[in-house]
């Protein structure tokens, strides 16, 4: 389905350009009375609807993938993309809530990752909008 195609291609390029671009506060590398350069990036509201619509999206690709018939290799690529940027924006979101949560920690290999997914996410949505055929991508 069209909607879904460009839904995953824009949540992948948001999340890629977040986790690689604009956010440079690793693991305590920031002071903390230095002012936060992108607060939107750290807002709860932002972190929780860019979890809900990539994983959202990459459920529904497993679905109906993009013009071939076999129904989990049509869109590989994205699908992992946009699942492991969602746990990462999962964990940021709980981090951020008053009452601070964790993921379990299955997933802090992902989370521990976090440039690398927002490098796969970029990889994901550049070629999935040149390639939206081809097969694992």
Known sequence: MLPFYYLSITTNLIMGLVLVF?????????PADREIK???LKDTTF??????FSGFT???K????VGTNIIILGDFVP???GLAGAIVFLGRYLKSLPQQKR??????????YDEIV??????????????PKVMFL
Do not use: Q, R, W
């Not at 604009?22 to 920031?30: L, N, P, V, Y």
């Open 22 to 30: 604009f956010d440079k506060s690793k693991k305590g590398i920031e």
């Open 38 to 40: 992108y607060p939107v």
């Open 47 to 52: 972190l929780l609807l860019i979890t809900i």
């Open 58 to 60: 990459a459920i529904s």
């Open 62 to 65: 497993m679905l109906s993938p």
């Open 79 to 81: 699908v992992i993309a």
């Open 103 to 112: 993921l379990p920690d299955f997933f802090n290999f992902i989370v521990d």
């Open 118 to 131: 927002g490098f796969v996410c970029l990889f994901a949505a550049g070629m999935h909008l040149l390639f």
